[in-house]
């Protein structure tokens, strides 16, 4: 199915100049949403706008801004907000395309960042959604751009409106940080519910409780691990560089927060690498469990046959067609014979027993 949505998301691109705005997802229906909250120490003025054009004012406020928009299908209006706040075009043609790899470029007058914000589909946690997040740090403002409604920044909105914590008190970096560090932060409860389906998963095997489906259910674990691991790794290089960064948009002081989500992340990391090597493992055990079923079924077979084998030798024997066999003619011949089959059955499972066959 990856497969499929990657050569459709190609065939979108190919053929246009570089810096074409082309939506390469597929929620073409989605609404566009655009919501700002633009505060300082004092005030927190929270509004949904009806067009991107209200969003104009915001870009030379003396308070900072999070202007969020949702519907990357509505690329006229990304390229209306884009060309107002002088994004390049590739920056825009890279907002709209879902299939960006993380990263971090700076264009002096504010700053580009690509992540993935990863969540469940669903309440039974069974199924990882990864989607592109996009970030545009300015002076003043922050802009994000998201493909659907729905994400993991209510804390942080309330946390705003209620003037909790620094982010009140400091600027447009420190809004990049604890929107980032809030994916971060639900990082860590994907991971614990894929750690949860890996401990699941072998407990189940242990216990001989497989079926049919349990190898295409590792495989999708798998891949679900992988997903996770292409999205978060690329964070630790974005990470790095704005450590290293010398722009004036992120504060000295604010690196030190971002230096804590890299912690954060070197722990995420390794819990996939654990799990990855765990999930390797279940198919192998899972194929242990299997020959070992297998090996029984043949060890029953192949005893029932060692039984039978002097048992049919006998058969043969009196059941061939010469005139003159001398047990043939005796008048308890036929009894004697099953007494003797029989004893040697018994004797048979006797024997299998003292070698721990059976």
């Known amino acids: 199915m990856g497969k499929a949505r990657r050569s459709k998301n190609s065939k979108k691109k190919t053929g246009h100049a570089p810096g074409s705005a082309i939506y390469t997802g597929d929620r073409s229906k989605e609404k566009l949403f655009i919501e700002t909250f633009d505060y300082n120490q004092t005030h927190c003025t929270v509004k949904e706008l009806n067009s991107v054009e209200e969003s104009f004012n915001f870009k030379h406020s003396d308070s900072v801004t999070w202007i969020n928009l949702n519907g990357l299908n509505h690329v006229k209006d990304i390229e209306i907000l884009g060309n107002h706040f002088n994004l390049h075009p590739l920056v825009i043609e890279d907002i709209v395309s879902i299939s ?17 914000m990863l969540y469940f589909q669903d309440e039974d946690a069974e199924n990882i959604s990864s989607e592109q997040v996009s970030f545009v740090l300015g002076k003043n403002y922050v802009l994000t751009f998201q493909e659907s409604e729905g994400d993991v920044f209510d804390a942080v909105r309330q946390r705003i409106i209620a003037g909790k914590g620094r982010a009140r008190s400091l600027g447009s970096d420190y809004l990049l940080y604890i929107l980032i560090d809030a994916i971060v932060d ?43 691991r292409r999205s978060i790794f690329p964070l630790r290089e974005i990470l790095v560089k704005i450590d290293k960064n010398d722009s004036p948009l992120i504060e000295k ?61 006998i058969a043969g024997i009196y059941g061939m067609n010469f005139q003159y066999i001398p047990e043939i003619q005796y008048k308890y011949g036929y009894f004697v014979v099953w007494v003797i089959m029989i004893i040697i059955v018994f004797v048979m499972i006797h024997y299998f027993k003292r070698k721990k066959w059976l």
């Open 100 to 116: 960006q790899r993380p990263k971090l470029d700076d264009y002096g007058d504010y700053i580009f960042v690509v992540l993935k």
């Open 186 to 228: 639900h990082y860590y409860e994907v991971i614990d519910a894929l750690g949860d389906k890996v401990e699941d998963f072998e407990s189940a095997i242990f216990s001989g409780n497989v079926n049919d489906d349990t190898s295409k259910n590792i495989r999708d674990l798998k891949h679900e691990i992988f997903k996770m």
């Open 253 to 313: 002081k604010t690196i030190t927060f971002f230096s804590d989500i890299y912690d954060h992340l070197i722990q995420v990391s390794e819990s996939i690498d654990i799990y990855r090597e765990m999930a390797s493992s279940l198919m192998d055990m899972y194929m242990t469990t299997i020959s070992n079923k297998m090996n029984e079924v043949m060890k029953v077979l192949t005893i029932m046959a060692s039984i039978f084998i002097p048992l049919t030798f």
